[in-house]
């Protein structure tokens, strides 16, 4: 393993602020290939992605005031208007969700794992195009009515929204430790 692997592996932090121009389409491409390229038993390919830029990100935003309106009919404006800025946080916004496939030998859970290497495999791509990146959830991603509005299938499940964008601010190095977390046998 090179050591220029490790260090993007370690050096990759979540990104809280970015530029408002968004990545080139062939940046993100280049990132969904990179998704795409994942571990996937029985290649069933159970990962989806959906990418919002521009005006197209009020699609989730307006979802997701539903969804916060649904859940809290007391919310007043200024709530509902910052659910809504959510989807505004990055320049563009992947939604990356699963669509389990029924397979005799490659149970569920192992495709939303499948999914989530897809996510690493993505976030490590971003960092090595200087791009910075945000895995959101929150309850926005388990609403029927956010899946509806994205389009997803009723039996589809969002594993996270992928704020991707130029970071304004580099994150500083968070100490990682796994040695209390290993047992060598």
Do not use: C
Not at 22 to 47: C, F, K, M, N
């Amino acid at each position: 393993m090179s050591a220029e692997l490790l260090a993007l592996i370690a050096g990759r932090r979540s990104t809280k602020r970015f530029d408002d121009d968004p990545p080139s389409r062939a940046h993100i491409e280049a990132l969904l290939q990179a998704a795409a390229s994942a571990p996937d038993h029985g290649l069933l390919a159970p990962w989806r992605f959906l990418v919002l830029q521009g005006d197209s990100r009020a699609l989730l935003g307006d979802a997701m005031a539903m969804a916060l309106r649904t859940r809290m009919p007391e919310a007043d404006e200024e709530a509902l208007s910052r659910e809504r800025g959510k989807a505004f946080r990055s320049p563009v916004l992947i939604v990356v969700s699963v669509r389990p496939v029924a397979h005799p030998k490659v149970p569920e859970i192992e495709q939303w794992v499948a999914t989530g290497a897809a996510v690493q495999n993505l976030w490590l791509a971003a960092v090595s195009l200087g791009l910075g990146l945000a895995w959101k959830t929150g309850s926005a991603a388990y609403d029927p009515g956010v899946k509806r509005a994205l389009g997803l299938a009723e039996e589809e499940g969002i594993v996270g929204f992928l704020h991707v964008g130029t970071p304004l601010v580099q994150s500083s190095p968070r100490p990682v430790e796994s040695t209390s977390r290993t047992r060598w046998l």
